[in-house]
C-alpha cells in the first residue's frame, strides 16, 4: 500500500501555482500593480480591528452586509439595462475560485459533466476532477474564438450540468459575444448552469457588455467575479457571483458553515467603501495593455487580442528560453497556454518598460 492513501486519481500530481519569486518586476499572475492608499488601509486596519474584538463569536454565515455591497457595486453594470442586482442574487467565498468549486460541488459531481473550451484556465479541469465530475475539453479556433456551431453540438452530445467559460478568457484575454452565452445557455437549457467568469471582467474594452446584463433573460446564468484582480484586492480573497437566487441557495447546502471569516468580510466591506480609488488605475492599465499590445506586434511577435489586463503573445521555438532569458533579467511573466506562448500581465509603467528592454535583449541575443 502506498503511503499516504491518496485517492487513485490524485497520485503523483503536482499542486497548482505559478512560481511565486522575489523579483523586482512581477508580471505573473495578474494582479493590479497599484497596492490601496494610506487612507483605505486606514479603514480597512479600523475595520478589523472592530471585527477583532468579536472574533470569540462565530461571524455572519450568511454575510447579509457584504451580499448587500457587492450587489450595489454590480448594479453599476446593470442600471443603464434598467435592472440593478438584488443581495439575493449574490454569493461570496474566498476567491472565485472557491466559489467555482462550490458550483460544481453543488451541479457537478459523479456521473455529471463539465466543459469548457480550450485554451482556457488550468484551473478548471482540477474543480471537475476534485468533484469526481467527468471533463469535457471543447477547443477554440485559431483566433481564440468559440466556433458556436461547434459548442452547440457538443453541449447537445454531452449534455453538461456545468459550462465554464470565462470572458475575457485566461490566458488569452479573449472577450465573448453576449450571442455566445446566449446561445449557450439555451443549449443547456434547464440540465445545467452556465458559469461565465469574468475575473478579468472590469477590464473589458469599452463596447464589450458584462453578462451581468443577460441574467435576467437567462436563469441557468451564473457570474462570477473576483477582488482579486481590478479590485486589486489578491491578497484579501474574496470572489463572488450573481445568478438567480435559486443557485444561491443551492450553493448554500455545500458550503462550511462561517465559510467567510467575521476579518474577510470587515476587509471586503471596507475595500467596497474605496471601490473609486481602487479601481482607479484600470483605465491606465487598459491604455497600457493597448500599447503593449502594438508594441509586441511591432517587434513582429503575434499577440492575441486582449480585453484583459495580460497579453497573450509568441510564438517562440523555446519559450522556456525567453521566459527564463527575462527571469535571468529581473522580470517574471507566466509560461502559459499554447505551446510556443508567453503572457505577461499588465504592471506600471516602469515595469512595462523593464519587460520591453529585457525582451528586446533576450530577442537579441538568441
Ligand atoms: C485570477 C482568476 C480568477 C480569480 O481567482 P480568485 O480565486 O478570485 O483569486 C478566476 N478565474 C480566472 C480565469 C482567473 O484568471
Given amino acids: 500500500m502506498v503511503f499516504p492513501p491518496l485517492r487513485e486519481e490524485l497520485r503523483g500530481l503536482e499542486p497548482y501555482g505559478a512560481p511565486q519569486l522575489d523579483v523586482p518586476v512581477q508580471l505573473n499572475v495578474n494582479e493590479n500593480p497599484y497596492g490601496p492608499s494610506p487612507a483605505c488601509v486606514a479603514d480597512i486596519a479600523e475595520a478589523v480591528s472592530r471585527a477583532a474584538a468579536t472574533l470569540n463569536r462565530y461571524p455572519d454565515r450568511e454575510f447579509v452586509e457584504l451580499r448587500a455591497g457587492l450587489a450595489a457595486y454590480l448594479t453599476r453594470d446593470t442600471v443603464a439595462a434598467g435592472f440593478g442586482i438584488e443581495p439575493a442574487q449574490v454569493w461570496a467565498a474566498n476567491g472565485s475560485n472557491e466559489v467555482m468549486l462550490q458550483l460544481l460541488q ?41 466556433d458556436l456551431d461547434a459548442a452547440r453540438e457538443l453541449v447537445r ?64 446564468l451564473v457570474v462570477t467575479r473576483t477582488m482579486s484582480k481590478a479590485f486589486a484586492g489578491a491578497g484579501l480573497r474574496l470572489g463572488y457571483l450573481a445568478a438567480d437566487p435559486a443557485i444561491c441557495d443551492a450553493i448554500r447546502v455545500v458550503r ?79 509560461e502559459v497556454g499554447p505551446d510556443g506562448w508567453l503572457r505577461v500581465s499588465i504592471g506600471t509603467p516602469e515595469e512595462m518598460t523593464a519587460f520591453r528592454e529585457a525582451l528586446v535583449e533576450v530577442r537579441r541575443e538568441s
Fill in 256 to 334: 462550511l458553515p462561517y465559510h467567510l471569516s467575521a476579518v474577510t468580510q470587515a476587509t471586503a466591506l471596507a475595500a467596497l467603501r474605496h471601490t473609486d480609488e481602487l479601481l482607479g488605475q484600470v483605465d491606465a492599465l487598459r491604455a497600457e495593455r493597448d500599447r503593449t499590445v502594438v508594441w509586441l506586434r511591432e517587434q513582429g511577435l503575434e499577440v492575441a487580442d486582449t480585453d484583459a489586463n495580460f497579453a497573450l503573445f509568441g510564438r517562440f521555438a523555446d519559450r522556456r528560453a525567453v521566459w527564463q532569458g527575462l527571469l535571468d533579467r529581473g522580470v517574471l511573466i507566466r
Fill in 106 to 146: 453543488a451541479f457537478g459531481g459523479p456521473g455529471r459533466t463539465a466543459v469548457s473550451f480550450a485554451p482556457t484556465y488550468s484551473m478548471y479541469p482540477e474543480y471537475a476532477r476534485d468533484t469526481s465530475t467527468r471533463w469535457v475539453q471543447g477547443h477554440r479556433a485559431e483566433d481564440f474564438s468559440i
Fill in 157 to 220: 452530445a454531452e449534455r453538461p450540468s456545468v459550462v465554464l467559460l470565462p470572458s475575457p478568457n485566461n490566458p488569452t484575454g479573449t472577450a465573448l459575444p453576449p450571442a455566445a452565452i446566449t446561445l449557450l445557455c439555451e443549449a443547456v437549457g434547464d440540465h445545467g448552469v452556465v458559469v461565465v467568469d469574468e475575473a478579468y471582467g472590469e477590464f473589458r474594452r469599452s463596447g464589450t457588455p458584462s453578462a451581468l446584463e443577460l441574467l435576467p433573460v437567462h436563469r441557468n
